[in-house]
């Protein structure tokens, strides 16, 4: 039988409980998404909690001596959920960052747009990308491992034991910023080559046939061009999305492992 009643001591630990999913779920992918409701992410986090409360069954009261000393533990228990859900939610800059990259390649980089998800403008290919992405992660059960991290870190940072080691946590977002750059590169290669290739016979036929103007003609093609090497590796965004998730689950243990 499932026991929903509070006491006063307890009460506090399901505060903390939920302040900690309640700042995971504002900033996690898919979960934390503009788009969603703020009603449905309230009451997502307090139905998490309340099944988190049960299963944790605390037994004793939160140790402070005064309201300031309560709030900071308040303040560490968000900061824990936010971290974790950052660290999530900032790998999906890598197929952003991929997108602004292609669309600069061939000749699609003024033509920005207003993501409602992020409520920033993006470029037109890094919009598609991302919703690929974020379809993939539901797909394969993506949001289910976020979730469950958050819940494991229960085990390992209990309520009020958080030890944030800021050098850890400096050292996890310089290896991302590299792991950024060698995977954005990776996603952009097949279109950097084509239009490096294009590029060279424009150039070329610019020499051969110099009364024809090759940069009205050369706009069209790279466009042309650029569309139709997004449309042969679109078969390619399972692999992509693989790199990025394993990312992403790389940064969520690495930042986890700054907090305790």
Known sequence: MINYTFSLDTFEYFLMILVRVATFVSIAPFFGMSNTPNRVKVGFSAFVAIILFQVLQPKEA??????????????????????????????????????????????????????PTTKAQSGLTGTMYNYFIMMLLIVTDMHHYILRALVDTYQIIPINTAVFDWQHLLSSMTMFMTDLMVIGFRIVLPVFACSMILSCILGIMAKVAPQMNMFAVGMQIKVLLGLGIMFLTIVLLPSISNFIFTEMKRMIVSVIEGMY
């Open 62 to 115: 939160l140790e402070y001596s005064g309201v300031i000393e309560f709030a900071i533990i308040v303040l560490r228990e968000g900061i824990t959920g936010l971290l974790i859900g950052f660290a999530a939610n900032i790998c999906n800059s890598i197929i952003v960052f991929s997108g602004k990259v292609i669309d600069m390649e061939i000749g699609l980089a003024m033509a920005n747009m207003y993501d």
